[in-house]
């Protein structure tokens, strides 16, 4: 993948005299209010205005914008900066509207807790798969979920990802709290990349200077990023996570939480710390630190799902940053047309499926080989697919023996839709795993 340099800032001054300066000053008013954040990369092959060189319409394009110096400095000491554009504010606004506080959505997923835990449960297996084929694991989806599900144990170092990715979401939702420490940082890449590392002992720690440092390169063998030397990884570390703890509104400088969420994903793909399974850490920072600033809907979005089908976007996100001096705009910029790409989804997703489950409800409602009370039970599994039932809970709901309750429930797994299981001393029966399609064809 290659990406222009853009051309030396002192360069381009040199020799410019002053009427041709002040024609640069005026233009760069207007070009910081463009609708789109231009590049030299993309700028370089169109017309440029007012007469001026490419080199000078470059310069006129970053005098224009007005950036906010960054803590995390790349590796030659220099900072990286970024701002929050027009585009990015309506994206960031978006964020506010559609992932936090009372979010007028689905009953599906806002008002039932066992709902809600479904649809979660789900929406980390998802970020579980896609993020570990983002990262190489060629397992099918279909094999995925299975594993997932089922709880069995991984075939193959592709499963051992997908299931580590899984694990560690749910450590970073359950376990790590709202202060990030490198040990932390550490403890999620260690579950990330149990029993798939070529040097096992790279697992749960940060690379050492006597170590080779990791070259990123794509497909083509090209080197795309040189990360910092590992001599300075504590410190930088130290730094991301003094960055992650510090309030919205430090020193005066407000920061969107969703800008700081983003940054801390770049931050750790930059300096890239460990030996691997550095990009499924990044996104499982941003994820965690969504979460902490109650943008509670971001755990039901597979952000690696998008990511996935343009992986060529996500690389040259990282590279137009780098090459334009540090400027991370590029990178948020991506990341929030991310985001809304994954709500939008999100959004589509439980249309249809509060359509999938009106439809069943009416087909329940106008069953005739079932009573009320094994309807009414048809229509709770539905809506809660991880419930379990019993005889005792059966009779108890309905005011009916147990004998009456074995021979619903009894029923009910004669017709396929639910299945039996011994727990002990006790009948347990659980939906079906397409209660939909098994209904549809009963």
Request: with cysteine; aromatic share 8%.
């Amino acid at each position: 993948m290659y990406v222009a340099k853009p051309p030396d800032p002192a360069a381009v001054l040199h020799g410019t005299d002053a009427a041709r300066l002040t024609t640069i000053i005026e233009v760069s008013a207007e070009e910081g209010q463009r609708p789109d954040y231009i590049h030299w990369d993309k700028l370089r092959h169109l017309t440029p205005p007012s007469g001026l060189t490419h080199a000078e319409w470059w310069m006129a394009v970053r005098m224009g914008r007005t950036l906010t110096t960054l803590p995390l400095r790349d590796r030659d000491g220099q900072p990286f900066e970024y701002q929050t554009p027009p585009q990015a504010q309506r994206l960031l606004h978006y964020i506010d509207q559609h992932c936090s506080g009372e979010i007028k959505m689905a009953e599906v997923v806002t008002s039932d807790r066992q709902a809600q835990r479904h649809y979660l449960v789900s929406s980390l297996m998802e970020e579980a798969i896609r993020s570990s084929q983002l990262e190489g694991a060629t397992t099918t989806r279909r094999i995925a979920k299975d594993l997932l599900s089922s709880g069995r144990p991984p075939r193959n170092r592709s499963e051992r990802m997908i299931l580590n990715n899984y694990r560690a979401l749910q450590f970073m939702r359950d376990d790590m709290g709202d202060r990030l420490t490198p040990e932390l940082v550490m403890r999620l890449q260690e579950i990330l990349t149990e029993g798939t590392l070529d040097e096992p002992s790279g697992a749960g720690r940060m690379q050492v200077p006597s170590e080779e440092r990791v070259v990123v390169s794509n497909d083509l063998g090209e080197t795309v990023h040189i990360p910092p030397p590992a001599i300075e990884l504590p410190n930088r570390m130290q730094a991301m996570c003094d960055f992650a703890n510090q309030p919205d509104d430090n020193d005066g400088v407000f920061m969107h939480p969703a800008v700081r969420g983003i940054l801390l994903h770049f931050w750790l793909a930059y300096d890239h710390p460990f030996q691997d399974g550095n990009g499924r850490t990044a996104r499982a920072l941003f994820y965690w630190y969504m979460r902490t600033r109650g943008y509670w809907l971001v755990e039901y979005l597979s952000i690696s799902r998008i990511l996935r089908k343009a992986t060529a976007r996500y690389g040259r996100a990282f590279l137009l940053t780098e090459t334009d001096g540090g400027d991370a705009t590029y990178f948020i910029l991506h990341q929030l047309s991310v985001i809304r790409q994954a709500v939008d989804q999100l959004h589509v997703y439980l249309k249809r499926k509060i359509k999938e489950v009106q439809d069943i409800e009416r087909t329940i409602a106008s069953a005739s080989d079932f009573n009320h009370r094994q309807l009414a039970l048809l229509g709770d599994a539905i809506r809660h697919q991880d419930n379990t039932y019993t005889y005792r809970s059966h009779a108890a709901i309905h005011k009916v023996t147990e004998e009456t309750a074995r021979a619903d429930l009894g029923g009910l797994a004669a017709s396929g839709l639910l299945i039996q299981r011994r727990a002990g001393r006790a009948h347990v029966y659980t939906p079906v795993a397409d209660l939909a399609g098994a209904l549809a064809s009963a």
